[in-house]
């Protein structure tokens, strides 16, 4: 029976269609504070700092969270134009539909454009997006929690620890990769259809399942085995019989709803990305290893010092431990509720889980001579497209919030003596969840807000149009040295010249074959080169042209003009065939010696 207490809340707030207790508003409004600071805290001190830095994370350097930035600054541009020329964006030209070669994010895009707006800054309207997605992923799991029966407390507890998956935290510096809550929505959806099922439901379920494509396409492509596989344990013989058609309408619904959501975006990622595919070298080198299950996060407080877990510091390691307070959590809804009138959402939950860890082993996983990461890649569409098979295991983590916070509802149910107790060892594991998951203080990148400053910027910007490309290129393609490059990016959205390079998730072949031509600039190869891509201006370093040896000067001084020489940069324009010299450039700074 229920106590009084808990009869007298019933009354004063209500009781939800699924029958938990609905709180009332100053409830609610403490539990979002509550969210709030932990989403602030977890980042901190991004929120201190949010017009000068963006999030890195343990990325090795800022190129991730710059390119991502230079990728939510292209969607907002796009917006505003009726997203006209959305795919063509303005790197490696003159290749077409190079927006499809990494993470669109068009979702995350619009709420970027919305916050950049509010905030008037680039740089504060990226921190807000990672402010509010981590909001967003508390919020969201407690909405499913409370779907499942959990009540209100509880529920409120495990998003807490959604909020600091330990998975999230590590790949802080990853954009598309903090957005969980599209997740977490659409199991809410499929739950409510398979509950109740009607078209609000079916609309419900499509949109979420459009938001995660929206806005992480690695999470797109395994939400549907995991719906799957809820589906088949959420099923029931009514759904066969006197519901089927109800829930066929539902389903029928939802299926319309995403794919009118996401056949734009897909229809553009597959033509751009049709030509390319990933080594099954970089495919086995980006997956998990079991041990990597027991590597907490290097940065982290509590579990590094575990003794059960392994070296956070080995070299190329992935950190995928998902904290010991989610696995206590987990374990008791295992032992104590497998048998209870939840018993189909544990065995969503536990088996989602053991799906993950399998998934994240990529190809690394072997019955035999049998991969089965093989026969994904080969039938299960944008499986082959996919170069790191670890990043499944956020879908183990999650798995384990839902245990979780099942778990936390039968202790805050326990009545008698032991219900002090109860509720008290539910908050310390929430807490300790949250420690476990926080690396603070969180790495910043900080914006090179200088450099979109520069002179040269303003006087290109009212040259005639043409392709640009910058000189000399980083030694390699990878994130560790591509800084610069992606420095450039965002200057190109500044001056409106498209880029002739660049960096992405795919790099385009042709680029490729440029870079390698490029590699003995200014010769006559290299020069032949930027013809035959119709390249017009060529940006470079001062000092780095002021260092070249007499051949390459004389080089240029045949083929390409000096049409600006400032104190950052000198700008080259190539001359057309048979061209000459048109002597001293115009612009408010003449070139120099």
């Given amino acids: 029976m229920r106590d009084r207490g808990d009869q007298g809340r019933e009354r004063a707030g209500g009781s939800s269609a699924d029958g938990t207790t609905r709180p009332g508003a100053w409830a609610r409004a403490a539990a979002l504070a509550v969210h709030l600071l932990a989403a602030v805290a977890l980042t901190w001190p991004l929120a201190a700092r949010l017009g000068t830095h963006l999030p890195q994370g343990t990325e090795v350097a800022g190129t991730i969270p710059l390119f991502n930035l230079w990728s939510l600054r292209w969607n907002a541009d796009r917006l505003a134009h009726g997203y006209a020329g959305y795919w063509d964006a303005p790197i490696f030209r003159p290749e077409k539909d190079t927006f499809a070669l990494s993470e669109p994010q068009p979702a995350t895009g619009i709420a970027f454009a919305t916050l950049r707006a509010v905030s008037r800054s680039d740089v504060a309207g990226f921190g807000l997006v990672v402010l509010a997605t981590f909001l967003a992923n508390g919020l969201v799991a407690t909405w499913l929690l409370r779907g499942l029966g959990v009540r209100f407390v509880p529920a409120h507890g495990a998003g807490?620890?959604?909020?600091?998956?330990?998975?999230?935290?590590?790949?802080?510096?990853?954009?598309?990769?903090?957005?969980?809550?599209p997740i977490?929505?659409?199991?809410?959806?499929?739950?409510?259809?398979?509950?109740?099922?009607?078209?609000?439901?079916?609309?419900?379920?499509?949109?979420?399942?459009?938001?995660?494509?929206?806005?992480?396409?690695y999470y797109a492509v395994g939400l549907p085995l995991?719906?799957?596989?809820?589906?088949?344990?959420?099923?029931e013989r009514r759904h066969l019989t006197l519901e089927r058609r109800a829930t066929a309408a539902a389903l029928a619904m939802a299926l319309a709803v995403a794919a009118l959501m996401l056949t734009p975006t897909l229809i553009g990622q597959l033509r751009g990305t049709a030509a390319y595919e990933r080594s099954d070298r970089a495919t086995q080198d980006l997956s998990a290893s079991p041990a990597d299950w027991l590597r907490p996060h290097p940065d982290g407080i509590v579990a590094p010092r575990l003794p059960w877990t392994t070296d956070p510091s080995v070299r190329h390691a992935r950190h995928l431990y998902p904290g010991t307070a989610l696995l206590i959590l987990a374990g008791a809804a295992l032992v104590a509720l497998a048998r209870g009138p939840r018993a189909r959402w544990i065995g969503v939950a536990a088996v989602g889980a053991s799906l993950a860890f399998a998934l994240s082993l990529g190809p690394r996983l072997e019955l035999g001579e049998w991969r089965p990461y093989d026969l994904l890649a080969s039938w299960v569409p944008g499986f082959a497209k996919l170069r790191s098979p670890f990043r499944f295991a956020v879908f183990g983590q999650?798995?384990?919030?839902?245990?979780?916070?099942?778990?936390?509802?039968?202790?805050?149910?326990?009545?008698?003596?032991?219900?002090?107790?109860?509720?008290?060892?539910?908050?310390?594991?929430?807490?300790?969840?949250?420690?476990?998951?926080?690396?603070?203080?969180?790495?910043?990148?900080?914006?090179?807000?200088?450099?979109?400053?520069?002179?040269?910027?303003?006087?290109?910007?009212?040259?005639?149009a043409g392709i640009a490309v910058h000189l000399p290129r980083p030694p390699a393609l990878g994130a560790r040295t591509a800084t610069p490059v992606v420095v450039s990016m965002l200057q190109s959205l500044e001056h409106g010249k498209p880029l002739g390079d660049g960096y992405s998730g795919f790099v385009p072949a042709s680029y490729r074959a440029l870079r390698e031509r490029l590699g003995a600039f200014p010769s006559d190869p290299s020069l032949d080169a930027l013809r035959e891509r119709g390249i017009v201006y060529v940006i470079v370093p001062r000092d780095w042209f002021a260092q070249l040896p007499?051949?390459?000067?004389?080089?240029?001084?045949?083929?390409?003009?000096?049409?600006?020489?400032?104190?950052?940069?000198?700008?080259?324009?190539?001359r057309p065939p048979g061209g000459s010299s048109s002597g001293r450039p115009p612009g408010p700074e003449p070139a120099r010696s």
């Fill in 398 to 464: 999650l798995c384990l919030v839902i245990l979780a916070g099942l778990a936390l509802d039968g202790l805050w149910r326990v009545r008698g003596r032991a219900r002090g107790g109860a509720r008290g060892l539910a908050v310390l594991l929430v807490a300790t969840a949250l420690v476990e998951g926080a690396a603070v203080p969180a790495a910043l990148t900080p914006y090179p807000g200088d450099a979109m400053r520069e002179p040269w910027i303003a006087w290109l910007a009212d040259q005639p």
């Fill in 550 to 574: 007499l051949q390459g000067r004389i080089a240029i001084r045949r083929r390409l003009d000096t049409a600006y020489a400032g104190d950052e940069k000198r700008i080259l324009r190539l």
């Fill in 226 to 235: 995991f719906l799957a596989l809820a589906a088949v344990f959420l099923g």
């Fill in 184 to 217: 977490f929505g659409a199991l809410r959806g499929l739950a409510d259809v398979a509950r109740a099922p009607s078209l609000r439901h079916g609309i419900v379920l499509g949109v979420f399942v459009a938001l995660t494509g929206l806005t992480c396409s």
């Fill in 160 to 181: 807490l620890a959604a909020q600091a998956l330990p998975f999230v935290v590590h790949e802080l510096g990853v954009l598309q990769l903090l957005a969980v809550y």
